[in-house]
């Protein structure tokens, strides 16, 4: 039903900003309305919610570790979502994935998204 795929991840210092999109595409995505959601991963741990804006509305919702950091954002006409990551710090290493789940409602655990990109990963030296 939706296909997702990320970009914009690398390498970069302690301080630093890096711009991840997320292109979203299927036929029923223009149909109904969608909570899109970023998550990020280290191995070995859990999947940890970062941020999530209803694609229709643009309310957004951010974890606590990166509120005032991090921006999440989309651009309706092209089926894009952003997250704008400034002050990066060595904790945000992880392999970041763009999710979305058929639903107005806000999300904030992997179980409740149905589709998932591939990932990029993001990797921040001290």
């Known amino acids: 039903q939706v296909q997702l795929v990320e970009s914009g991840g690398g390498l970069v210092q302690a301080g630093g900003s890096l711009r991840l999109s997320c292109a979203a595409s299927g036929r029923t995505f223009s149909r109904y309305r969608y909570i899109m959601g970023w998550f990020r991963q280290v191995p070995g741990k859990e999947r940890e919610f970062v941020a999530a804006?209803?694609?229709?509305?643009?309310?957004?919702y951010y974890a606590d570790s990166v509120k005032g950091r991090f921006t999440i954002d989309r651009d309706y006409a092209q089926n894009m979502v952003y997250l704008q990551m400034n002050s990066l710090k060595p904790e945000d290493t992880a392999l970041y994935t763009c999710?979305?789940?058929?639903?107005?409602?806000?999300?904030?655990?992997?179980?409740?998204?149905?589709?998932w990109g591939q990932g990029t990963q993001v990797t921040v030296s001290a």
């Open positions: 804006i209803k694609w229709t509305g643009a309310s957004t």
């Open positions: 999710a979305a789940d058929r639903s107005d409602t806000v999300h904030r655990t992997t179980s409740e998204y149905n589709y």
